[in-house]
């Protein structure tokens, strides 16, 4: 946490480089850097599939359109083998491998306008200012939109994916113990694909049922610990945790769990996170974008327990 | 599929005046169900619906939008499922959000949507678009320009310097956008319809 003086100075070192033409872009990397840090470590979209760069060379072009598309192929089903009688010859199959599309959008801040002399009353480190509103409202709009496209793979609860043909959205009744969430986990093994759930996704008033737990239900010092030091990122039951304060998105006693990112889809970015900023005479403008696109090319790697 | 394609230049919106810089009136939303359903490419006038929605064609008092990008563009709309029904991704993004330029705004603007058959379109001539019916009912021809009647129609528009091929060479219709809301005429109220 810096000092009051610390701040300030940081506060007039940006308004110094904002104020000379040729300082003006280490003032807004200075943003950036401290921007996209925050965007990576912050929402939990990119966390489950973490962005992939991708570069101009890397965008497929098409007739129909002259916006950024990039194609993904998928793998392909293939006949099962088949034990056959000597002097049989096998089945023909024609390679064809399904393909999909991503497409991109773009991500935008609101756009903030400020007189700079009423800026310089404050104490705050501006940057942080200037930063975190932005990142808050970007990551939770790309968090939403990741779930939405979850929600919309699974179907409704205790519904058939027809897909997969089964049900990967379940209600667990007994509330959460050692033993329903263990019956969670076996949601998106029953898929015929067999994946073992990766990362699981709670939010930050579940966590606490789990942290209830005794040292028989969780095991010896670990239980231990939580009741000492509260609930820190690490893994268990072969899974990684992601505790995310967004009750809004990720309801009181639900549980989203994802396979490897591999087995889910692809999240592109074509720009990072990128802090514009000017000043006019004495007005201060700035707002943050991004574009990114992403697809989930299998809904296998997907599944989502409600605890009752 | 092949030969059905829609080509880049086939339907646009080009703003000859008053766009773009920080100030510029637009504004974004998804498109309403039948909307989606119908199709509506870029350039044709919409309004909100009571969800806040865009509907092609006018409205008595919403006020008129002009489409920077239609339902299928790539950065609105990436559809994972193929014509046969075969699952083929479900996108994260883009989320089906569209946006387009609101008639209040100071603009000239040239489009390819508008009504070519039978009509003319002098300089000063007042301008609406095409509605099938009031209500959420929605054609896929719906929201095309074509010739309006002041204090009657809602006025979306007046011709600036008329139809000329575009740079793209495609037919298009040079216009200043207005916004006058339907006319509370007793004896003949707009009845939500413009052919």
């Known amino acids: 946490m810096p000092t009051k003086q610390e701040v300030q100075l940081l506060n007039e070192t ?15 990397d200075a943003v950036n850097d401290f921007t996209r840090t925050k965007m990576r470590e912050d929402g939990f979209y990119r966390r489950i599939m ?24 998928k793998e392909p089903d293939s006949p099962a083998a088949v034990s056959i009688p000597f002097a049989t010859l096998p089945i023909n199959f024609y390679i064809r491998g399904p393909r999909y599309r991503v497409m991109f959008d773009r991500i935008v801040s609101p756009r903030a306008v400020k007189d700079v002399d009423e ?20 990551l939770a709009e790309e968090d939403s939109k990741f779930l939405a496209a979850v929600d919309s793979a699974i179907g409704d609860q205790g519904a058939e994916v027809a897909l997969s043909g089964t049900v990967q959205n379940q209600e667990i009744v ?54 000492r030091n509260g609930w820190s990122e690490t893994n268990l039951l072969n899974c990684r945790w992601i505790v995310t304060i967004k009750t809004d998105l990720v309801l009181n006693n639900e549980m989203y769990m994802f396979a490897s990112p591999k087995f889910i889809g692809k999240n592109y970015e074509l720009e990072p996170t990128t802090m514009y900023i000017r000043r006019e005479a004495f007005m201060l403008e700035y ?7 992403g697809s989930l090319g299998h809904t296998n790697g997907l599944a989502k327990a409600t605890f009752a | 599929m092949p030969g059905t394609f829609l080509g880049i230049t086939d339907k646009g919106l080009d703003v000859k005046k008053g766009w773009f810089d920080m100030a510029s009136l637009d504004y974004s939303a998804k498109p309403s169900e039948n909307t989606v359903t119908a199709g509506c490419p870029r350039g044709r006038c919409v309004h909100l619906d009571t969800l806040g929605k865009f509907v092609p064609g006018p409205h008595a008092t919403g006020c008129a939008i002009f489409l920077l990008n239609g339902t299928d563009d790539a950065d609105v709309s990436n559809p994972g499922t193929t014509t046969a029904g075969s699952f083929a991704h479900i996108a994260v993004a883009p989320t089906g959000k569209m946006s387009g330029l609101v008639a209040t705004g100071g603009y000239e603007i040239a489009t390819t949507e508008f009504v070519s058959d039978g009509k003319t379109y002098n300089p000063g001539d007042a301008l609406t678009a095409t509605k099938v019916g009031p209500g959420a009912a929605v054609a896929a021809t719906d929201g095309q320009l074509t010739p309006g ?22 037919s298009s219709l040079s216009f200043w956008s207005v916004w006058l809301p339907a006319g509370a005429n007793a004896a003949a109220p707009w009845d939500g319809t413009v052919a």
């Not at chain 2, 009647?149 to 495609?170: F, K, L, R, W």
């Open chain 1, 14 to 28: 940006l308004f110094e480089q904002l104020d000379s033409p040729g300082m003006q872009k280490q003032a807004v």
């Open chain 1, 50 to 73: 973490p962005p992939l760069t991708i570069t101009n060379d890397e965008l497929d072009r098409q007739v129909d359109t002259d916006k950024p598309v990039k194609i993904v192929d």
């Open chain 1, 119 to 138: 800026l310089r009353t404050y104490v705050i480190d501006i940057r942080q200012v200037l930063s975190d509103n932005m990142i808050k409202d970007m």
């Open chain 1, 174 to 227: 007994g509330g959460i113990t050692r033993e329903t969430v263990v019956d969670a986990l076996k949601i998106m093994p029953q898929t015929p694909s067999h994946f073992e759930v990766e990362t699981c996704l709670v939010n930050n008033i579940t966590i606490k049922e789990l942290m209830k737990w005794g040292r028989d239900e969780m095991g010896g010092d670990f239980s231990q610990d939580i009741i």
């Open chain 1, 287 to 293: 707002f943050a974008y991004q574009t990114s696109g």
């Open chain 2, 149 to 170: 009647t002041v204090y009657h129609h809602p006025i979306v528009g007046v011709v600036s310097s008329g139809v000329s091929p575009n740079h793209n060479g495609v």
